[in-house]
C-alpha cells in the first residue's frame, strides 16, 4: 500500500518528527510511507495514496484520490476535513481522540484555578514588585474549586477526564452531552444540549469541551454568555469557533465574567484582537493538549489502525462523517 504521511503547519509542533516517519517504514516494510510538507505535494502524491496520515485534506485532495479508502487524523478534531465531497465519499476516517485527554483536562483545572485564585493579577504585579494584599482584600473574594459548580459541555474523552479531576477537587460537576449513555465517573447529571439554558446561569466554571459540528459553531453566544453568574469562568479547549468571541469581548470589558481560552476562531489569534487585552482574559496559544510523548502516541494510535486496515477488521476510533465527530 502507499500511505501518504501529510502532517505539516507553520508551527513545527504540529510537524510529524523525522524519527516518527522512519519508525513507521521500519514497522511496515511492505507498505511505501510518502511524507508531503505542503498542500501542492498532497496534491500530487494523493491520486495513487490507498490511506493517509494527514492533519487536513481539501476538496480538492479528494477529488484527486482515485485509490484512497482511510484517513487518520493525528489529531482528535477533524472538522476542517468534514466538507461535502469527503461527507459523501466512501472514504473511512479515524481520529486519535484520547491521547491528549489527560493534559487537556488538567490544562483546563490549572487554568480554572488560575481564574478562580485570580492569579493573572498576582503575575502582573509580580513583574511590577508589588506587593498586593490589600488589593485583592478588597477584590471580588478568592473562590475554591471546592464546592463549585462546573458545567462541562461535551462529554467525550476530554470532558469525562475533566469530570473526574474537577470533582476529586470537590466540584459538582453537570456534563451536557448529545448522546445519552452511563453516567461518567465524577458527574452528578447528564443533560441533553436542549437544557444548556437553564444549568448556564447556575455554573461557576463553564467548559466548552465539545466537537466543532454545524449544531455546536457558536453554540455560545450573546444570549449564552449573557446567562452566565456574575464571576462565573468559562474555559474553552475544545475549538473557537465554538464561542462567538466578539460577544466574549465585549462581556469581559464589563468584567462581568472571566475567560480562559486554547482555542480561537482564526489561530494564530491576530494582533488586532480585542481579546488580547481583555480584562478578565487568560490566553494561552493552542497548546492545552502538548505533552512530551504526543507524536509517539498518534503514531502509536495510527500504527494499531494500519494493522486493523490490512486485514480488513473494523478500525477504532471511527468519525461518523455525518455527525462530526
Request: hydrophobic share 50%; proline share 6%; net charge neutral.
Amino acid at each position: 500500500m502507499k500511505v501518504l504521511v501529510a502532517l505539516y503547519s507553520q508551527f513545527d509542533v504540529w510537524c510529524i518528527p523525522d524519527a516518527q516517519v522512519a519508525a513507521l517504514r521500519a514497522e511496515f516494510p511492505a507498505h511505501t510511507f510518502v511524507r508531503v510538507n505542503d498542500d501542492e505535494q498532497t496534491l500530487a502524491q494523493i491520486a495513487d495514496a490507498d490511506a493517509a496520515f494527514a492533519a487536513r485534506l481539501k476538496p480538492e485532495h479528494v477529488a484527486a484520490a482515485r485509490k484512497l479508502r482511510w484517513v487518520h487524523s493525528a489529531a482528535a478534531g477533524v472538522g476542517n476535513m468534514l466538507f461535502s465531497a469527503m461527507i459523501e465519499s466512501p472514504i473511512q476516517i479515524t481520529n486519535s481522540r484520547g491521547i491528549a485527554s489527560t493534559p487537556i483536562a488538567e490544562h483546563v483545572i490549572a487554568v480554572a484555578l488560575a481564574q478562580l485564585r485570580d492569579l493573572p493579577l498576582a503575575w502582573q504585579r509580580q513583574r511590577e514588585g508589588v506587593w498586593a494584599q490589600n488589593e485583592f482584600h478588597h477584590r471580588p473574594p478568592l473562590r475554591t474549586l471546592n464546592g463549585a459548580r462546573v458545567l462541562i459541555v461535551g462529554l467525550g474523552s476530554i470532558g469525562e477526564r475533566t469530570a473526574a479531576l474537577a470533582a476529586a477537587f470537590g466540584a459538582h460537576v453537570v456534563g451536557i452531552r448529545r448522546k445519552m449513555g452511563p453516567t461518567p465517573a465524577g458527574v452528578e447529571a447528564v443533560l441533553p444540549p436542549e437544557r444548556l439554558h437553564e444549568v448556564l446561569p447556575g455554573a461557576d466554571v463553564v467548559v466548552i469541551a465539545a466537537p466543532h459540528t454545524r449544531q455546536t459553531w457558536q453554540m455560545i453566544g450573546e444570549r449564552e454568555l449573557a446567562l452566565m453568574r456574575d464571576g462565573a469562568v468559562l474555559v474553552n479547549v475544545s475549538r473557537g469557533q465554538l464561542v462567538d468571541e466578539g460577544a466574549l469581548a465585549r462581556q469581559l470589558e464589563r468584567g462581568r465574567i472571566r475567560a480562559a481560552l486554547d482555542v480561537f476562531d482564526h489561530e494564530p489569534l491576530a494582533s488586532a484582537s480585542p481579546l488580547w487585552q481583555s480584562p478578565g482574559a487568560l490566553l494561552t496559544p493552542h497548546v492545552a493538549g502538548f505533552f512530551g510523548d504526543y507524536w509517539p502516541a498518534a503514531v502509536a494510535t495510527f500504527a494499531g489502525n494500519l494493522r486493523r486496515f490490512e486485514k480488513g477488521e473494523p478500525l477504532v476510533n471511527l468519525v461518523d462523517k455525518r455527525a462530526g465527530y
